[in-house]
């Protein structure tokens, strides 16, 4: 085989199915044969994202066959720091995913790699005989004379180089290094302001390997009772559905405005988390919670606020752990965060704004529990350790500010619960696979709602446990949350009372619904309170009317009060020369004109003008986004040996000297051309000239570059322009 697109064609079902899984941009959209498939598999954007997708071991070969030019396992082991059966089975993987690609003489690297890994792989610079530079005799030698601060210096250099900038200040200690490196010759000084270290020497720095996969794979030895873990997780869980809900409340008593670029401004973030008697992170998360199972959300008002929705009476509703599901599930699929970067100007971020999407946050999410899945039962490693092992599984992927992003999402897991003392709960590990079961399991966890409570004569109430649906929301509309904990207490004031009555209810309907829950009669100091509070209530009284009719003659007035055709509009008399509706001023004068009265508009002025205003449209809605499910592997083959199939028959039958030559995008026309161009192979190209006609012609390609090919036709130099090829077939 000469070439990618060669070993691809000839690959069985079994192998093509594995590169379709292990690389599925490849099907998306479904390319027309296996010449499409090839052609898109050494795109530079495809291979890119493979090679971000490796892990640590698997990126560490691919960088030792870049660095040595071999793709022998024998070669390729000690840098990798593994025997040579680990490393042929990591070269082979290699190949599956056809990075790599079967040559008569073995595995060879994709050119397109080689670009995508750029001019330093794994950091190493050229070599010494490539520099012209001569080493020290005793290599190691050199390195153990060194001072602590050359070292250290060395040391760095050797492992996020190859190049570093030369200080400023050649007499500061640095300065005083840096020479010291460069007279024992461990590096070069390429110019007046760098340094650069040759390829032996880091790799005498790091031992002789590209990168210690021991230590980057190990685990945590921190190994915790799992019923512990799942005890603490339990009521994390509880803990955190309660704040919700307090914090929920908080905010329909505040009603935060939305500020003009969206969000919560910061004053009223410090207010929430003050009532609640948490920190402004643990408010955001909790918000951020609410926002993404829809408890929360901006009304689009002309003053637009932070409402509660209609779906927390349904949330409500549910049992706890319910409630917990509606949370976690969310979260876990959410492209938000309550940590995001810091902007680039320094500038804050806001509580519910769009800053807080950040779209890494998901995958992270998903990984650092994927994690913690796979270390045995109990395992509850560190965050440092943690990042070590995301790095092992992603080395290429690390989003900046990783560090800050992954202690947020570990202390996330552990506020709602999916983590116990840093470890995975059962409840958690469920929670990756089936969100629904883990809801179930969490309800066998935690204890049985209580439908009691018990009432003091200091005007306390004490819930002694999670209380049901029912209670809680007697208590949120009654009484104030004063402490939480396996017993909450909850205390009965003024303001909290006439909340209750301004729901609609009366004392006695209060006072027996405490009755009810009561374990004993209700106190005398509640009663007479709650007595009191509903004998001042509504003496002062406030409504709304959505417009109002009046007249210095009230006969008119009575006339229409009780005419029949006006009974829509349910009038009702304020004062003998007042009339209120709740329709609108516009329903109110069509109706009057209807019945032959001759109303007017009037404004704060005085009488307005009543002409209709400009006709106004629907806002459109939105398309629901739905996430389409890729296909499977199997049947994708099934189309492309199909349609390779049809393309061999093309093949064989020449027309116009040459072969049929699919269409294909422009990536994978210029991957094709790049590829004949390297082999001075060449190719049968599509070409569409100005007037848009199609021709086709036997090019001989000798680059591809800033949108362009250049090649020979018949011994004749021609230049092509990207756009305009419709499909390349190498010839023969």
């Known amino acids: 085989?000469?070439?990618?697109?060669?070993?691809?064609?000839?690959?069985?079902?079994?192998?093509?199915?594995?590169?379709?899984?292990?690389?599925?941009?490849?099907?998306?959209?479904?390319?027309?044969?296996?010449?499409?498939?090839?052609?898109?598999?050494?795109?530079?954007?495809?291979?890119?994202?493979?090679?971000?997708?490796?892990?640590?071991?698997?990126?560490?070969?691919?960088?030792?066959?870049?660095?040595?030019?071999?793709?022998?396992?024998?070669?390729?082991?000690?840098?990798?720091?593994?025997?040579?059966?680990?490393?042929?089975?990591?070269?082979?993987?290699?190949?599956a995913a056809a990075l790599l690609w079967r040559s008569a003489d073995g595995p060879v690297l994709s050119r397109t790699v080689s670009d995508v890994l750029g001019p330093h792989p794994a950091g190493l610079g050229p070599s010494a005989q490539t520099l012209g530079h001569a080493l020290p005799a005793d290599l190691t030698a050199a390195i153990e004379d060194l001072s602590p601060e050359a070292a250290r210096i060395l040391d760095r250099i050797a492992h996020h180089g190859p190049t570093a900038a030369v200080p400023t200040d050649p007499e500061g200690r640095a300065g005083r290094a840096v020479?010291?490196?460069?007279?024992?010759?461990?590096?070069?000084?390429?110019?007046?302001e760098h340094v650069l270290v040759p390829r032996e020497v880091a790799l005498a720095v790091r031992g002789g390997r590209l990168v210690?996969?021991?230590?980057?794979?190990?685990?945590?030895e921190r190994v915790l009772d799992l019923d512990d873990v799942d005890r603490a997780a339990t009521a994390a869980a509880t803990e955190v559905v309660a704040l919700v809900d307090e914090l929920l409340d908080h905010v329909d008593d505040l009603?935060?405005?939305?500020?003009r670029s969206g969000g919560l401004a910061v004053r009223d973030l410090r207010t929430l988390a003050g009532?609640?008697?948490?920190?402004?992170?643990?408010?955001?998360?909790?918000?951020?919670?609410?926002l993404g199972a829809g408890l929360l959300g901006d009304d689009h008002a002309v003053d637009p606020t932070w409402r509660l929705t209609t779906t927390v009476d349904e949330w409500r509703a549910q049992s706890p752990a319910g409630r917990w599901a509606d949370l976690a599930g969310p979260w876990l699929r959410s492209l938000r965060a309550s940590v995001v970067p810091a902007p680039e100007d320094g500038g804050r971020v806001n509580a519910l704004s769009e800053g807080m999407v950040w779209p890494p946050v998901r995958a992270l999410r998903r990984e650092v529990l994927d994690i913690?899945?796979?270390?045995?039962?109990?395992?509850?490693?560190?965050?440092?350790?943690?990042?070590?092992?995301?790095?092992?599984?992603?080395?290429?992927?690390?989003?900046?500010?990783?560090?800050?992003?992954?202690?947020?999402?570990?202390?996330?897991?552990?506020?709602?619960?999916?983590?116990?003392r840093g470890a995975l709960a059962r409840v958690g590990r469920l929670l990756l696979t089936d969100e629904a079961a883990a809801g179930h399991l969490l309800g066998t966890l935690v204890p049985e709602p209580v439908d009691r409570l018990l009432l003091q004569a200091d005007l306390t109430a004490i819930v002694p446990g999670t209380p049901v649906p029912e209670l809680a929301a007697l208590l949120r509309r009654s009484a104030r949350l004063e402490s939480r904990g396996g017993a909450s207490v909850h205390r009965f004031t003024e303001t909290s009372l006439r909340a209750a009555l301004d729901a609609g209810w009366t004392a006695d309907d209060l006072l027996e619904r405490l009755g009810h829950f009561s374990s004993g009669p209700v106190p005398q100091p509640l009663d007479y309170l709650v007595?009191?509070?509903?004998?001042?209530?509504?003496?002062?009284?406030?409504?709304?009317?959505g417009a109002y009719l009046r007249s210095d003659d009230p006969t008119h007035l009575e006339a229409l009060l009780t005419h029949r055709d006006l009974g829509h509009l349910q009038l009702r008399l304020l004062a003998p020369t007042v009339l209120v509706t709740p329709l609108g001023p516009a329903t109110l004068l069509d109706a009057l004109r209807e019945v032959g009265a001759s109303p007017a508009l009037e404004g704060a002025g005085g009488v307005v003008s009543s002409a209709p205003g400009a006709q106004r449209m629907t806002p459109r809605r939105a398309r629901p986004v739905t996430e389409v499910a890729p296909e499977p592997s199997e049947e994708v083959l099934r189309r492309l040996r199909e349609g390779e199939a049809r393309a061999q028959v093309q093949r064989e039958a020449p027309r116009d000297g040459g072969p049929a030559i699919p269409a294909l995008d422009p990536a994978?026309?210029?991957?094709?051309?790049?590829?004949?161009?390297?082999?001075?192979?060449?190719?049968?190209?599509?070409?569409?000239?100005?007037?848009?006609?199609?021709?086709?012609l036997l090019f001989h390609p000798s680059s591809v570059d800033g949108g362009r090919v250049v090649g020979e036709v018949d011994a004749v130099p021609q230049v092509y322009s990207l756009h305009r090829v419709t499909g390349v077939v190498i010839d023969g």
Request: aromatic share 2%.
């Open 1 to 95: 085989m000469r070439s990618l697109a060669e070993d691809i064609r000839h690959r069985t079902d079994e192998e093509l199915v594995a590169l379709l899984e292990l690389r599925p941009d490849l099907a998306r959209p479904q390319p027309a044969d296996l010449t499409a498939l090839a052609a898109r598999a050494s795109t530079r954007a495809s291979t890119a994202r493979a090679v971000d997708h490796l892990d640590l071991p698997h990126l560490s070969a691919l960088e030792a066959c870049a660095i040595t030019g071999s793709t022998d396992a024998a070669d390729i082991a000690p840098f990798v720091g593994t025997d040579e059966g680990s490393a042929a089975a990591l070269l082979a993987d290699l190949t």
């Open 179 to 192: 020479a010291a490196l460069v007279d024992a010759g461990l590096v070069v000084a390429p110019d007046a």
């Open 212 to 220: 210690d996969l021991d230590a980057a794979a190990a685990g945590t």
């Open 255 to 259: 009603r935060p405005r939305v500020l």
């Open 275 to 290: 009532r609640v008697d948490l920190d402004e992170v643990t408010a955001t998360f909790l918000l951020e919670l609410a």
């Open 372 to 420: 913690l899945a796979d270390l045995p039962e109990g395992s509850a490693p560190d965050g440092a350790e943690v990042l070590t092992m995301l790095r092992h599984r992603r080395p290429r992927r690390m989003p900046h500010g990783a560090d800050a992003a992954v202690a947020a999402l570990l202390r996330e897991g552990e506020q709602l619960g999916v983590t116990g």
């Open 531 to 545: 007595r009191d509070v509903a004998r001042r209530h509504g003496q002062l009284r406030v409504g709304s009317a």
């Open 668 to 696: 994978s026309n210029a991957a094709l051309l790049r590829e004949a161009a390297a082999d001075r192979l060449p190719v049968w190209l599509g070409i569409t000239d100005a007037e848009g006609a199609t021709r086709r």
